[in-house]
């Protein structure tokens, strides 16, 4: 499985309702590589399966999405997450992801 694949893997595990960073996908895959992840994020051919709108800057920003950021916040409406003055609140809505196994 190569780094993409690992990145989508995860996005997978985070439950409707919350969101986790670019930060913690990389933490979970024992990295410091966050632009890698931005990356392998921007080249998601697949937003249906792996749903890349539900990762955010590790401080509440709500980052970038390929489909354009106005659709991100829709999605993320839908899901049930507040989102004011583009910021998520990540005490409410945060998701922890485990580690990868290596």
């Known amino acids: ?7 989508y893997s995860l996005l997978k595990k985070i439950p409707k309702s919350k969101v986790s960073t670019y930060k913690e ?7 410091e590589a966050y632009r890698a992840v931005g990356n392998a994020l921007n ?7 792996y749903p890349c709108y539900k990762i955010i800057n590790s401080n ?31 005490k409410k809505y945060f998701f922890k992801l485990k580690k990868a196994k290596a």
């Open 60 to 90: 509440g920003n709500l980052g970038g999405y390929s489909k354009g950021l106005k659709l991100k916040i829709k999605k993320l409406r839908k899901d049930g997450i507040e989102i004011k003055n583009n910021k998520i609140y990540l």
């Open 43 to 49: 080249k998601n051919k697949h937003p249906k399966t």
């Open 1 to 7: 499985m190569n780094f993409n694949e690992k990145v």
């Open 25 to 31: 996908v990389a933490r979970a895959l024992n990295t």
